[in-house]
């Protein structure tokens, strides 16, 4: 419920994002001014930076509180998560410079040039958010974290469970239908997915109106991860651009997806989900049949 | 007298008719689209300007909290020059017919409206921002005004990357590409055209 709220979810919009336009905007007004007192040293240039860079130490510090939510929110196996980590160090020494800029700065508010340390530690403070900043962005724009996670309520995959499979049953050389065992049945609540990695094979197990549908992790139009996105209506939904396909089939019930997702057969045997791998991988090819 | 000598209008045709294509659109050079970081400043310097000068209203910081606020306008302004043509390449690489398109015509409408309001802002300042020590009514209401319109679009920029995932995946997709395909799954042909 608050994890909701602090990933923006009633919103439709993640609030770190938001929030962190302030400490940008203001961090980088600062040093603007800063570097105006330089060339022309006018009055409440230097008191009017120092203002900014109370506010935006503020705001940073509101920011992070969501931010850490939604850090918290990223599968622990995403390529995105050393993204997250380095943006969180780096954000925090960030604000840390900050606050210590602005003690520098409270000693003495009467200059029309801005001394040398606290200007230094402005350009170290903005460069650190620059560089924190860009990586931020990237996860959202290259990564797609937090698009379209709002229309997921139910948990999403906290980790992709791994099965190393023996070479005689792998996609590519197994001959008959082999079912792997992937998890307990009773581990996975309605409207709940698991992701596996069958020795390579990535597939999204989804549990819907009480059985069980796997599919191709990936969507076919920009590859977002279906294992994260919306289960209704015999259907799932991608998080990022909206295609829709049919849980049974793998068909695309809505674009901008144009390709059908390759699916897999599940049965539910002795408690456990069983995924079949060969036989659809040979169905996928049909040079091997 | 034979005829004149022409341009070469298929030549010059082809210069204006460049197609729109994945790098020609914002920040390919940065893989990062310019849009969303140049908003930063404006998204952050307005409504800040609102609060110096509710500040200033308050006898809180006096012509220093004026003078911020101006500076602050100004360099939001400065940053909208570089927003709004790169909002603009953005929005015309979205479909017409996707939902997107309407919400960015709404959010581009609104960021007009909230620029003019704010150069409007801007210039009522100029004569007195060096020596009031509380921000005038009219100004004031200005800011209040144009931070709860910002809001509000900044709100409509947002839902079209979060919920609509314009810009998403789109300097990463070849990357993704190798991912899902390395992973076993069905792919799109590669010459696709995608929003």
């Not at chain 1, 008191?47 to 509101?62: E, H, K, M, N, P």
């Not at chain 2, 022409?6 to 197609?19: C, I, Q």
């Not at chain 2, 409504?47 to 909290?65: E, H, I, Q």
């Not at chain 2, 603009?88 to 979205?94: C, K, P, Q």
């Amino acid at each position: 419920m608050i994890k909701d709220a602090l990933e923006g979810k009633p919103l439709r919009h993640p609030l770190h994002p938001f929030l962190v336009h302030f400490p940008i905007g203001l961090f980088t007004l600062s040093l603007i001014l800063d570097l105006i007192s330089l060339w022309y040293p006018l009055d409440g240039l230097y008191r009017g930076a120092f203002y900014a860079i109370v506010l935006g130490v503020i705001c940073s510090l509101t920011a992070a509180i969501p931010g850490f939510a939604d850090f918290l929110d990223i599968r622990k196996d995403h390529p995105a998560k050393p993204k997250a980590r380095l943006h969180m160090i780096l954000n925090l020494i960030m604000v840390v410079t900050f606050a210590i800029d602005a003690w520098v700065r409270g000693q003495d508010l009467f200059f029309l040039r801005t001394p040398i340390l606290p200007l230094l530690l402005s350009i170290l403070g903005v460069l650190l958010l620059s560089i924190s900043g860009y990586i931020g962005g990237a996860m959202i724009y290259d990564d797609g974290i937090a698009v379209g996670r709002h229309r997921r309520r139910t948990r999403t995959p906290p980790e992709t469970i791994g099965i190393a499979l023996p070479p005689t049953m792998r996609a590519e050389s197994a001959t008959g239908a082999q079912m792997i065992a992937v998890a307990d049945a009773d581990s996975v609540s309605e409207g709940e997915s698991l992701r596996v990695d069958l020795s390579g094979t990535v597939i999204a197990v989804v549990k819907l109106d009480g059985a069980f549908y796997a599919f191709q992790e990936f969507c076919t139009h920009r590859f977002g991860p279906l294992s994260e996105g919306c289960l209704k209506e015999g259907q799932v939904e991608c998080p990022w651009h909206g295609s829709r396909f049919d849980v049974r089939t793998g068909k695309v019930l809505h674009g901008p997806a144009k390709v059908d997702l390759k699916t897999y057969p599940v049965r539910v045997c002795q408690g456990k989900i069983c995924v079949e791998l060969a036989a659809t991988a040979a169905k996928a090819t049909p040079t091997q049949v | 007298m034979g005829h004149l000598p022409s341009f070469e209008p298929r030549y010059r045709r082809a210069k204006l008719k460049m197609p729109m294509s994945e790098e020609t659109k914002s920040g390919g050079f940065l893989k990062h689209p310019l849009h969303p970081i140049a908003v930063h400043l404006p998204m952050a310097l307005w409504p800040s300007a609102a609060l110096f000068d509710l500040l200033s209203r308050a006898d809180v910081g006096g012509n220093v909290m004026v003078r911020l606020s101006f500076w602050a306008i100004s360099l939001g302004l400065v940053s909208a020059l570089i927003a709004i043509p790169t909002g603009i390449v953005d929005w015309s690489g979205i479909k017409k017919e996707k939902a997107a398109w309407k919400i960015g015509l709404y959010h581009f409408g609104l960021n007009g409206l909230i620029t003019i309001l704010f150069v409007v802002n801007l210039l009522l300042r100029l004569k007195t921002f060096r020596f009031e020590d509380q921000v005038e009514t009219g100004p004031f209401a200005l800011s209040i005004i144009g931070t709860l319109l910002l809001i509000g679009s900044a709100y409509l920029g947002g839902l079209m990357v979060y919920d609509h995932g314009i810009n998403v995946a789109r300097h990463s997709k070849h990357k993704w590409r190798q991912v899902a395909e390395a992973a076993g799954a069905n792919v799109p042909p590669k010459q696709e055209k995608q929003p």
